[in-house]
């Protein structure tokens, strides 16, 4: 790609918002230099409105996409995450690799046009449907590194290791065996993952042991050795379940047994540390993991409602993810993480922290920094040497209509949400205009194809 130069309107940048903004961007699509109230502009594109680093998705299961609306209606006993998780076993059943390519290219681009610039995809359906492994380990994780390549996404691409069907290494279960892995086809698979992202720019490849339901302990501590570097990603205390499930096992709770058996810093992600007592809160505030949040899912799920104010109390650090991909949308994801607080205290800009602060810009600003730690990208900010990830909202959206910047972050969260999108670059390159993604038509088409045979079978 050729250097290109933007030139934003107004630009939100570490310290705060710029006026007039060059931001010059190289051939790798790296952020050369940033300058605010820019005279000389000639040749630049203008970004009208306001332009923000854009957000990293730090949790999902993009084939997860595909169930959006398929299970909400009222079964036979008490519905809960458990008997989600059967009709997810169903749905999984019958999925063939190019249908995960399908389902993945729909919700990267709907990703891209809800605000996400950069993804890590928590990717544990790895083999047939009859539990055989194919002959290429990383089968669909190709699929899901196609899907990023062709909607332009960015990718950090976390394999799963999952052996167990519970706490104590109990066995798994039929609707599991399209998971499942030892630790030396895990190695395979991690390795293979790799090459299938070597022709991805900026990609990284991590590491997801799937929960202390799925992986012994002794298999946790050889993965962490074997594999030091890229980030790690475990799922921990969604579900009150999991919390007592985990007390009768080894008589402590998800995160402190967690906290105690391995050195958790910030190469860590918690998935849904959404069940932690005081202790637990502030042993992983203190260890810098991140807690990777994912509050629409979180609700859809009846999981419960994170020790927000408690853990950003403590200087915790917190980013969002579209887990489920019941809806898939930046701006919402930080505003039900706030409203969720609001229901359960009854008050409200509970997480803005201090006096005046603005709860949308300290939301956004958090989950910049944490989704940037979570996927291990150079991203998040816009500034010399990151990558130019970038949203541009329309501030003609009348929720703008202040037309102050101070503003800008709470119109857009609380406010406009993904309507406001009308531009999204990622590594320099437009790939969403007028709140569209340049690729959608096709990728719609064969994602209705696709579900329409998935339903039929
Ligand atoms: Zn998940």
Redesign the pocket.
Known sequence: MAEVTFLADHAFLPDGWGQNVLIRVDTHGIIEAVEPNAGNTGGAERLRGATLPGLPNL?S?TFQRGMAGLAERRGPAHDSFWSWREVMYRFVRVLTPDDVEAIAAMAMVEMLEGGFTSLAE?HYLHHAPDGAPYANPAEIAERIAAAAARTGIGLTLLPVLYTYGGFGSQPSGDGQRRFLNDLGGYFRLHEASAKALRDLPGSVVGVAPHSLRAVSPEQLNRLVDALPDGPIHI?IAEQMKEVEDCLAWCGRRPVAWLADNVTLSGRWTL??ATHMDEGEVAAVAASGAVAGL?PITEANLGDGVFEGIAFLGHQGRIGVGS?SNVEITAAGELRMLEYSQRLRHRGRNLLAGHEGASTGETLYRAALEGGRQALAQTVGAIAPGQRADLVVLDTAHPAFASGRPVDFLDAYVFGAGSEAVATVIVAGKPVVSDGRHRGRDPIVRRYRETLLRIIAS
């Open positions: 949790h299961h928590f799922h998935i849904h994912c887990d």
